[in-house]
């Protein structure tokens, strides 16, 4: 789920190759079309614009790894505001943690210093 387009396409190509080297003949475009089949929902709407935009038949691979790179990187490019928000929550709770075991801290050694001096008299 969290694999990348890159690396995605990249075990495609492995694969299509691996398949050749074995004599097969595989068209662009037939590699095309299943590559579209096969993507997360995510790219859904991605999917549904490229069949529309474009000559299914006529596009490479190549063009296609830069479409869907390019629409991966929008789509993650909105997604790490949620992540900072959540980040800036768990920082503000871990620094309210921080200050409470600082004050715990501070009187368990007013508590000590007080018990030192009471064994000095």
């Known amino acids: 789920d969290e694999?990348?387009?890159?690396?995605y396409l990249l075990w495609v190509d492995e694969v299509v190759n691996a398949i050749r080297g074995l004599g097969e003949k595989i068209e662009e475009c037939v590699i095309v079309?299943?590559?579209l089949r096969s993507l997360p929902l995510i790219f859904n709407?991605?999917?549904s614009a490229i069949e529309e935009m474009k000559d299914?038949?006529?596009l490479s691979m190549d063009e296609l790894h830069g479409i869907l790179t390019a629409y991966e990187m929008?789509?993650?490019s909105?997604?790490?505001a949620k992540k900072e928000a959540a980040l800036k929550i768990s920082k503000k709770k871990a620094i309210k943690e921080s200050k409470a075991n600082d004050e715990s801290n501070s009187e368990e050694?007013?508590?000590g210093a007080l018990f030192i001096r009471k064994l000095k008299k």
């Open 3 to 7: 694999e990348d387009v890159a690396a």
């Open 33 to 35: 079309q299943k590559v």
């Open 45 to 47: 709407a991605k999917v």
């Open 56 to 58: 299914i038949d006529k």
């Open 74 to 76: 929008r789509t993650k």
């Open 78 to 80: 909105n997604k790490p």
């Open 109 to 111: 050694d007013e508590k």
